[in-house]
C-alpha cells in the first residue's frame, strides 16, 4: 500500500500564483485533512473533511480551499498565494476519528516569495 | 476546543541516559491523546496512543507513555535513548466523537548527544 501520497514534495510560487497541493490515499479512510507546520508552532489543521462531498474548516482555513469529490483524493488549493503561506504542508488521513491514529504523508515544501 | 502544551521546545540528553518529554492537555471533552515523532525531512510517524483502559501506553522504538487524567498529563518516556531518536516529538489528542482531526502541540526536539 502506497498509504497517504502528497504532490508535488517541493514548490516555489510568486505572490498572487495559483497552485494546488495534491493528496490521495488508498486506504479507504473516511476522514482527511490538512495541516501546515511552521517553526516553533506545531502543525495547525487547515481544512479537514469526513467523507465524499463533506469539508469543513478548521483553525487556519484563510487562503486555502478543499473538496473532496472521492474518498481518495482531497486536494488543497491556494487562491492567490502569499508570502504568509511559506510553509510545509501535510495531509493526514483515517478510517475514523475514534482514535485509530492518522496516517500522514511525506509533505509539501512550499515557498511564497 | 482542546489545548496542548509541551512544556519544553528542546531538551537535550546523553545517550544511554533516560528521557521524559512532558505534555499536558486541556480539554472540555473526552479525548484520545497520542505521541508522534518527525524525523529530520521526513512526515510524522504515530509512536503510540492512549483511548481508553490501562493508563500506562507502551509504543514503537521502546517508548511509552504514561496518561494521568487528575493532572491533564501525557508524559513520553524511554529508559535509554540511542542517538538515532533524535528527531522532533509531538503530542495531540482528538476529540472523542469529534470529526476535526487533531490539536498538536507545538513541538519537543530531542537531541542526543553522545
Known amino acids: 500500500n502506497a498509504g497517504v501520497t502528497q504532490t508535488p514534495k517541493f514548490q516555489v510560487l510568486k505572490t498572487g500564483q495559483s497552485m494546488t497541493l495534491q493528496c490521495a490515499q488508498d486506504m479507504n479512510h473516511e476522514y482527511m485533512s490538512w495541516y501546515r507546520q511552521d517553526p516553533g508552532m506545531g502543525l495547525r489543521l487547515i481544512h479537514y473533511s469526513v467523507g465524499a462531498g463533506i469539508t469543513d474548516q478548521g483553525e487556519v482555513p484563510n487562503g486555502y480551499n478543499v473538496s473532496r469529490s472521492t474518498t481518495e483524493d482531497f486536494p488543497l488549493r491556494l487562491l492567490s498565494a502569499a508570502p504568509s503561506q511559506t510553509s510545509v504542508y501535510f495531509c493526514?488521513?483515517?478510517?475514523?476519528?475514534?482514535?485509530?491514529?492518522?496516517?500522514f504523508g511525506s509533505g509539501t515544501r512550499l515557498t511564497v516569495v | 476546543a482542546q489545548s496542548v502544551t509541551q512544556l519544553d521546545s528542546q531538551v537535550p540528553v546523553f545517550e544511554e541516559a533516560p528521557v521524559e518529554l512532558r505534555c499536558n492537555y486541556s480539554?472540555?471533552?473526552?479525548?484520545?491523546l497520542f505521541w508522534y515523532v518527525q524525523y529530520p525531512n521526513q512526515g510524522l510517524q504515530l509512536l503510540l496512543k492512549y483511548l481508553s483502559g490501562s493508563t500506562l501506553v507502551k509504543g514503537i522504538n521502546g517508548f511509552e507513555a504514561e496518561f494521568n487524567k487528575s493532572q491533564t498529563s501525557f508524559h513520553l518516556r524511554k529508559p535509554s535513548v540511542h542517538i538515532s531518536d533524535t528527531a522532533e516529538y509531538f503530542c495531540?489528542?482528538?476529540?472523542?466523537?469529534?470529526?476535526?482531526?487533531?490539536?498538536f502541540g507545538k513541538g519537543t526536539h530531542l537531541i542526543i548527544q553522545p
Open positions: 493526514a488521513s483515517s478510517y475514523s476519528n475514534e482514535g485509530g491514529g492518522y496516517t
Open positions: 495531540a489528542v482528538s476529540e472523542v466523537g469529534g470529526a476535526d482531526g487533531l490539536t
Open positions: 480539554s472540555s471533552v473526552s479525548v484520545y
